[in-house]
């Protein structure tokens, strides 16, 4: 199924959304990665930022400052999301994130908080930057740019996608399946080396 | 006429401007021979998700040249491979510091998102360089002139996919192949798949590593000149679009555009196997440098 969603948004509409569906979305996302949720979680710093509804994207950008807290866009892209799974629950739990965007899927850990919290994780395509770039309008807002490229970024999209749902709310995960399928189909591949 | 010290430093700085254009051109524009791979996997593709995954990225190639960006974010650590001929007038030292100081320059003035830092306090150390980085690979060829730099900026998401074991004699090709599987399965849709599976067997550990990264170099779809392991190179490419991890993990046909394998001989007891991952986008970029310091750019190599 496809759909077109604009972000922030409500634990209803994300329930909509079914493991291979695809969406295209609009409106704000927040820009986070490791060290952002490291000083979040670990370091117990609040964000700057509410991120009810709010859809995460594991980037960190290449920008030109422009000016005192300005920066433009050069090339934005995603990072590989594996790394940080183990925020995934206090960001629903705690913050009521409903969308984590990234590359290369969560391990199944992500699927008993997301199912719980009403929570999704899109599958962005790792590498097509270029494209993702001319999808993001600008960059509203930047919070601990000391951070930097690590900083909490604040985007606003235009059909940005598409994406894949790849984990829902409902406790199915692509990767998940595929892996066990793969786990499988090596047993018979043994057989023939 | 020219002094040696004017030479040795002109030539320096057509060194040091090659590699400031290779590091961006291979981030901007990917070669044809992985054009057609692409392609090649879109036609081939049946699942769902994974022809949603190969029609991106066929558009965000397109969508890089005509915008002129990066086709990926991460600008990786910078790789490059030197063949040096013996007869090249400027020292391996000097190629070197032109490399570095081409890689500072390129970074600065693009500007580029600099990946680097110190290991332990993971301190960005300035422009995409730092300590021991660029990574240069060396190889010197006799009775030559010229010198041949190979640009390859490796990103970090196919580059933590690498992976070593030392098999056991009595674990034999079986051993390898299994090993080579079970990395790939392991990976998912962490690497970026579909992309170019690098292997390295034989020699030491270090050295086993070295050969897969070297593979991984190579133009796609090319075959080892040894029948042997050419075979090996098809039989595993085979086998890993069997596991169905597909386009990004996503599941599919197509989990890699080839598998490309390097060999050295190696200890009667020994058998390495190494497994170095290269993205969809699988960057590089190669220049010919003459000893008079005219460049010639190179999309094949």
């Known amino acids: ?193 | 006429m020219k002094t040696d010290v004017e030479t040795v430093s002109s030539l320096q700085d057509a060194v040091l401007q090659a590699a400031a254009h290779l590091y961006v051109w291979a981030l901007k524009d990917i070669p044809q021979d992985l054009r057609d791979a692409l392609a090649d996997a879109a036609e081939r593709e049946t699942s769902v998700p994974g022809q949603r995954v190969l029609q991106t990225i066929l558009r965000n190639v397109q969508v890089a040249e005509e915008e002129r960006n990066l086709v990926c974010q991460d600008t990786g650590i910078a790789v490059y491979y030197c063949r040096v001929g013996e007869h090249f007038p400027l020292h391996p030292a000097r190629i070197y510091q032109a490399l570095y100081d081409g890689t500072e320059r390129a970074t600065v003035e693009h500007p580029l998102r600099s990946n680097t830092v110190h290991t332990l306090t993971r301190e960005n150390t300035g422009q995409n360089v730092g300590y021991r980085v660029p990574i240069v690979h060396w190889d010197f060829v006799p009775g030559w002139d010229g010198l041949d730099v190979k640009c390859v900026p490796k990103g970090s998401g196919s580059e933590s996919m690498s992976f070593l074991k030392m098999c056991t004699p009595a674990d034999g090709v079986a051993g390898i192949k299994r090993f080579v599987l079970d990395s790939i399965v392991g990976a998912g849709g962490k690497p970026c798949p579909p992309g170019i599976v690098g292997v390295g067997i034989g020699g030491s550990a270090d050295y086993a590593m070295h050969l897969a990264k070297e593979a991984i170099a190579r133009p796609v779809a090319t075959r080892n000149p040894d029948p042997l392991v050419a075979q090996l190179e098809e039989e595993l490419t085979g086998l890993l679009n069997e596991t169905g991890i597909g386009p990004m993990g996503l599941g599919g046909d197509v989990t890699v555009l080839h598998c490309h394998v390097e060999h050295a001989d190696t200890h009667m007891t020994l058998n390495p196997v190494a497994v170095n991952y290269q993205c969809w986008a699988a960057r590089r970029a190669t220049a010919h440098v003459s000893p008079d310091g005219s460049v010639d750019y190179d999309r094949e190599a």
């Open chain 1, 1 to 193: 199924m496809e759909h077109r969603l604009t972000f922030p948004t409500t634990e209803e509409a994300i329930r909509e959304l079914c493991a291979g569906d695809s969406v295209l979305v609009d409106g704000h996302i927040v820009g986070i990665r490791d060290r952002t949720q490291i000083r979040i979680f670990d370091q117990g710093v609040e964000p700057p930022m509410d991120l009810r509804g709010a859809f995460l994207l594991h980037t960190a950008p290449n920008v030109r400052k422009v000016g005192e807290g300005r920066y433009e866009k050069l090339c934005i892209g995603t990072t590989t999301s594996a790394r940080m799974v183990r925020f995934t629950e206090p960001l629903g739990r705690d913050y009521g994130v409903r969308a984590i965007c990234g590359k290369g899927g969560l391990p199944d850990e992500a699927i008993v908080p997301m199912r719980r919290y009403g929570m999704v994780y899109f599958a962005i395509v790792g590498g097509a930057a270029a494209l993702e770039t001319t999808q993001i309008e600008e960059i509203e807002e930047v919070f601990w740019e000391e951070l930097m490229p690590e900083c909490l970024w604040k985007f606003r999209v235009k059909d940005f996608g598409p994406l894949t749902v790849a984990i829902d709310s409902h406790g199915s995960s692509l990767y998940h399946d595929v892996q066990e399928s793969a786990r499988k189909k090596l047993e018979a591949l043994y057989e023939r080396l």
